[in-house]
């Protein structure tokens, strides 16, 4: 089954320039790819899979205002929900100067309205608040908390993207739902300060 026919299938919610969008970006990661090496996934089937696992969370997400994505590398999932989501302000979190101008490059081929790019490690990030913090493949659950406290309210949702290690990094000293699907573990944690 193709990325479209699943994402339909799946119910989830995507605006008309979703694909169009998705297969631009895809065509430019591939190319810029073979000389800049910015993400693992080599071929488009690969690239698919991230993407769907990227916008799964579409499914469940509340409508928000602002998202940060620490750490988006080659823009998952940051960009690919930036695509899904554009009423919303979408931060991408990327310290590596090689994927922050590839992810510029998104944005302005594009023409992105919604997306931020900021080439800085999160801790040199300066202080805001965010409604969602998301991560994918970043460092374990307790650094992610410690990391987004400063961009957090008391309402932020925070969104990591986990494996089957996720019953490991949890514990009961906060509100939080794991949702499986797929290979993936999608960690919600809310109401946290």
């Known amino acids: 089954m193709d990325l479209k026919a699943q994402i339909l299938q799946e119910g989830i919610n995507v605006p008309d320039d979703f694909f169009h969008n998705v297969q631009i970006y895809k065509e430019l990661l591939l190319k810029w790819n073979k000389i800049h090496n910015l993400t693992g996934a080599k071929d488009e089937k690969k690239l698919d899979e991230f993407i769907y696992d990227a916008v799964f969370p579409v499914r469940f997400l509340p409508h928000k205002k602002s998202l940060m994505d620490i750490g988006t590398g080659a823009g998952f999932p940051g960009m690919i929900l930036a695509f899904a989501l554009p009423d919303t302000k979408v931060t991408l979190v990327e310290p590596l100067a090689k994927r922050a101008s590839f992810l510029q490059f998104i944005k302005a081929d594009l023409k992105l309205d919604n997306v931020e790019v900021k080439k800085c490690r999160v801790e040199e990030l300066e202080n805001q608040t965010f409604d969602i913090i998301t991560s994918r493949a970043v460092t374990e659950t307790k650094m992610l908390l410690e990391l987004s406290r400063p961009f ?36 919600i944690i809310k109401n946290i300060k």
């Open 152 to 187: 957090r309210k008391e309402s932020t949702m925070l969104l990591f993207y986990k494996g089957e290690k996720v019953y490991d990094e949890v514990d009961g000293g906060y509100d939080h739902e794991v949702i499986k699907a797929h290979n993936r573990h999608y960690l």
